[in-house]
């Protein structure tokens, strides 16, 4: 099988996230949930993709669709399609599988994942992080990544 076929099966649907997360539970491996827009891919989230990847045996990775994007930072965005999103992150090879939504916050995909540790960039207090009570009433950790000083999307933009 070539690589872009092997990165384009690591999107999940609903439908073969099931199965997996069956097996998964069955091996009794630890699974990893962070989310973003990811809109222009840069240092900060390869960071905390990576030490979020570190802290179980499996990373998820739920991006907002166009439609959320668009809703959540305006008309102009995102810059790149859900899919070349998509795509892009699922060629890490430490991510397991990419999910997207539709919901403006992955609340719902939460809740069918019912991950082990729920993982956001420093920029978030543990209270204002959707989904953390769900995953700390489960035994579940919810932990916060320090930002890379000065990287993100709307900066790269405003350059």
Known sequence: MDKSTITAQKI??????ASKLAYWRFKQYKIVF????????HIGHLETLQKAADLGDILLV??????????????????MTENHRALLLSAFYFV?????FEEDTPLNLI??????VLVKG???QKHEIVGADIVEQKGGQVITIPLVPNISTTKILNQ
């Open 122 to 124: 420093g920029d978030y």
């Open 62 to 79: 739920g991006i907002n669709t166009d439609a959320s994007v668009k809703r959540l930072k305006g008309e102009k965005r995102p810059i």
């Open 12 to 17: 999940l649907t609903p439908h073969s996230l």
């Open 96 to 100: 397991h599988h990419v999910l997207l």
């Open 111 to 116: 809740k069918t994942i019912q991950p082990d």
């Open 34 to 41: 962070t989310n973003g827009c990811f809109d222009i891919l």
